[in-house]
């Protein structure tokens, strides 16, 4: 299939005709690229499974740009969702609801009763809705288990000729995913932590909300393989920077000594530590938001380097940093040296 690629600056009306006939086009959000399809249409949702190589059993998120679209598409908007949506909409933050079970297809559910809605705030993800007016099922634009797309380059490396069109809306703000929140039941609870964070909803509705730790896998996608480099990713932890550091450098030298390609995906206030070795820097310590905008980038110009083994860092604030952990515990699989772990 070819794909055709279009610019900011064109006309969103073919992309537009495009979901309308049952294609796919990938867009940019302010979170990451979105892989879309009309969400109402089973045999297009099932090209978003097969162009990502997604497991079926993995729901869609669906996106929307109206409260009457939302109102088509859920049993009850519960008070407390509403709260969200007043504050967060639109915005990186998608809520779970009951389903209207007959409207949207088993597919983009992946069977549930539930399903999970946002109302992006990317101008040209906005328009296509608009224009196309449906509710577009999307996920990150990406090859199932590597990292999410924030720029165009990644989305043709992964999904070219499997799409019919990429838009190209430049880097992506954010560079994580959406939040995910479940109000679909009494107890609310995160599934996916994001830019918006436990602490930002608690104010926002005033009571608790039920807060899994990392490793558990509560939302159906997050127990898959996810974010993956090619080389074995490691944390490195420590009570100090120039620990951490320090410990970086044994490991490095033993790795060396059975000729392993072997780099550090550090912040900037690391890198003169690392001069001769292959280094990347995630951003600086004193912005989170960008280190949360570079993430999934720096994890795949980890691939471009060819390197074995790569160690990297904890953060250990709350708010973002947890958010962005999130992430790179998965990317790692969970792998993480602590300074007392030493032998
Ligand atoms: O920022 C985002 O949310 C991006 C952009 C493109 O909007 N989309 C995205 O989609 O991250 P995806 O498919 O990569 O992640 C969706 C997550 C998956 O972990 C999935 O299991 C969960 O949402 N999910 C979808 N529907 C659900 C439901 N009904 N109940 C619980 N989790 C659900
Ligand atoms: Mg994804």
Redesign the pocket.
Known sequence: MNTLILNKSDKLEIAARILENGGLVVSP???????CANALNEKAVESIFWAKG?PSD????V?IASLDMLRDLVLEIPDDANKLINTFWPG?L?L?FK?KKDIIPNKT??N?D???I?F?ANPI?LELIKISGLPLA?????TSGKP?PTNINRVIEDLSGKVDCIIDGGNSK?G???T?I?V?DKRIKL??P?FITLKMLEDTLKKTVYAPKNHFP?????KYKHYAPNANLIIVDADSTQKVINRMHELIKEDMLENRKIGVLVVDEMLDFFENIPSLSLGSLQLLEDIASNLFEKLRQLDDLKLEKVYTIYLHDIGLAESIMNRLLKACNNQIIRLEDKK
């Open positions: 959000t302010e979170t990451v690229y979105g892989l997604r993995n729901p869609l998120i996106h990186p998608t779970i389903a559910r992946a549930l539930t399903v999970a946002r992006p993800m999307a996920p990150s634009a990406n999410s954010i994580i995913e959406s995910i479940d679909s599934l996916r994001g509560i939302a159906p996608g997050m």
